[in-house]
């Protein structure tokens, strides 16, 4: 069962306009939330993250907004960039037994950014 | 420029053979997760340490699978015997918890190992 899940496995968008990437989750426990971005032959890189007292955070370009009472977040890209093309995965994380906090992936979506 | 890297960044094998991966984590962070991607799965976890000791792997295969960190700056992901349902890129991460506190979820991943048993 999938507590993470990114229901776009790809999505297409003209350079310069705003790219908008979905991601849900089940899990009402999960407090903090993350988004990472990955090149081919290259690990996920982390972008930005948003805490669960929040509802939107941005940096540069880049804004996550979170609607918890619908369990769903989103990563707003604008003005999107042909060096934007990327797969996108979703990621979130909650207080586990442990001391170290697990994360949970979604999918990805495969982002192409059109010249 | 501090960075986790993992060899082999390719590990072609025959089924059966033992199968090891070595991820060297960023300096100074006290956790280490191993996960693996595959097209139908996504990004799994299979394990994650913290200040070298192992605090969950329960997301491996215990028959054939370990991890372990001999020391603060190496991780080992061991496979025996491979399989061929076990190719897949296999990622490290590291991660700063500062002692007492639960600190930063923020993982820094290795650019992985592709593993292709035939």
């Known amino acids: 069962d999938q507590q993470v899940k990114q229901n776009s496995p790809s999505l297409s968008v003209q350079e310069g306009r705003i790219s908008i990437l979905n991601c849900d989750y089940t899990?009402?426990?999960?407090?903090?939330f993350l988004w990472y971005k990955k090149y081919p032959a290259e690990g996920p890189t982390f972008l930005i993250s948003?805490?669960?007292?929040?509802d939107k955070n941005e940096d540069g370009r880049f804004t996550v907004f979170l609607n918890k009472s619908a369990k769903h977040l989103s990563l707003h890209i604008v003005p999107s960039q042909p060096g934007d093309s990327a797969v996108y995965f979703c990621a979130a994380s909650a207080l586990s037994s442990g001391s170290a906090r697990q994360l949970t992936f979604g999918s990805g979506t495969q982002l192409t950014v059109l010249p | 420029d501090a960075r986790v890297t993992q060899t082999p960044r390719h590990k072609v094998t025959e089924m059966g053979q033992e199968v090891t991966m070595r991820c060297q984590p960023i300096?100074?962070?006290?956790?280490v997760f191993w996960y693996r991607q595959t097209m139908m799965q996504g990004l799994e976890l299979l394990a994650y340490f913290r200040n070298r000791a192992p605090l969950d792997d329960s997301g491996m295969p215990k028959d054939r699978f370990s991890a372990e960190m001999p020391d603060a700056t190496l991780a080992t992901l061991k496979i025996q015997p491979s399989e061929p349902r076990d190719s897949a890129v296999y990622f490290c991460?590291?991660?700063?918890?500062?002692?007492?506190?639960?600190?930063?979820?923020?993982?820094?991943f290795g650019p992985g190992t592709r593993l292709t048993v035939l």
């Open positions: 991460a590291s991660g700063l918890v500062p002692d007492g506190g639960l600190g930063t979820d923020t993982q820094y």
């Open positions: 948003i805490s669960s007292i929040k």
């Open positions: 300096l100074g962070h006290n956790t």
């Open positions: 899990n009402s426990m999960f407090d903090y």
